[in-house]
């Protein structure tokens, strides 16, 4: 699977973003796709998912904030980002995610796209 990232940015306090994140190539039909995170010196988190026919998630620190969307016509994942923080500094990337039962978790651990920088300025 291919994952490309793109849409970061050095952006205000306050101000909004859109990334988004084509995937091709996947042949998991169980899976979904998610967008994590990771701040210098943090380990690598994941902020929002879903999958069609399934349940959404975001993580407690930007529920309210940023929205997960997909155009399946064109294997694009989306993530709104509003009212971004200092905190939302990060570089993010995309990937394939699986529901086990206890939440969504990254199907292939050491298989990662090239990420996109998110910079917020306070």
């Known amino acids: 699977v291919q994952l490309q990232a793109s849409g970061g940015g050095l952006v205000q306090a306050g101000e909004s973003l859109r990334l988004s994140c084509v995937v091709s190539?996947?042949?998991?039909?169980?899976?979904?796709t998610g967008w994590f995170r990771q701040a210098p010196g943090n380990e690598r988190e994941l902020v929002a998912a879903?999958?069609?026919?399934?349940?959404?998630y975001y993580a407690e620190s930007v529920k309210g904030r940023f929205t997960i969307s997909r155009d399946n016509a064109k294997n694009t994942v989306y993530l709104q980002m509003n009212s971004l923080k200092p905190e939302d500094t990060a570089v993010y990337y995309c990937?394939?995610?699986?529901?086990?039962?206890?939440?969504?978790?990254?199907?292939?651990?050491?298989?990662w796209g090239q990420g996109t920088l998110v910079t917020v300025s306070s």
């Open positions: 990937n394939e995610v699986v529901d086990y039962g206890l939440g969504y978790v990254v199907r292939q651990l050491d298989h």
């Open positions: 190539g996947s042949t998991c039909s169980n899976c979904g």
């Open positions: 879903n999958k069609i026919g399934s349940h959404t």
